[in-house]
């Protein structure tokens, strides 16, 4: 049984992240099509592992602009709260798949359906 926490957490990742991340986080939401690049896959456990759950936060609080990434990512801070944020980090954890997917020759987690550009991180 789902945490109370981890409930709340679902909750708002279906109000506010579903339409990019999609429900399984895959990055495939409705609203993904247009978005370049495409949200990553949130579900990768090689991904998970290399995030810390401060590192989620501060994305999700800043959004993509304020950490590097794209800023097609909004940021969420006026919106959620900490704790809030807390919960739905809780709720990206729980779509971790199981299973890794074939590890791609050579180097963990490259998507082949989403090219990445690399993007510099400026100054927070
Ligand atoms: C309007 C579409 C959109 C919505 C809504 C959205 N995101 Fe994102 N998100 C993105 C995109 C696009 C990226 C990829 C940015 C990049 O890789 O440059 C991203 C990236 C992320 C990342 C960082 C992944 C990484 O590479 O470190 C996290 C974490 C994340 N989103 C969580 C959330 C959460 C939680 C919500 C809901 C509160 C949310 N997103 C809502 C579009 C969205």
């Known amino acids: 049984m789902d945490s109370y926490e981890l409930r709340l957490g679902k ?3 279906r109000h506010y992240c579903q339409t990019c991340h999609g429900e399984t986080g895959a990055g495939d939401g409705f609203n ?8 990553r896959d949130l579900s990768d456990p090689v991904f998970q592992k290399k995030k810390s759950d ?8 800043r959004g993509g602009t304020g950490v590097g990434l794209s800023p097609l990512m909004p940021p969420w ?10 919960e739905v980090i ?20 490259a998507n082949p359906t989403t090219p990445r550009r690399t993007l510099s991180r400026g100054p927070a």
């Not at 401060?54 to 609080?61: G, L, W, Y």
């Not at 006026?78 to 704790?83: A, F, M, V």
């Not at 809780?90 to 987690?109: C, F, H, T």
């Open 11 to 13: 909750d708002i990742y």
């Open 32 to 39: 993904a099509f247009n978005l370049d690049p495409r949200p």
């Open 54 to 61: 401060a590192e989620f936060a501060d994305t999700i609080r």
């Open 77 to 86: 801070g006026h919106t959620l709260s900490p704790r809030q944020i807390d």
């Open 90 to 109: 809780l709720s990206i954890r729980a779509l971790r798949k199981q299973n890794p997917s074939e590890p791609a020759p050579g180097g963990p987690a």
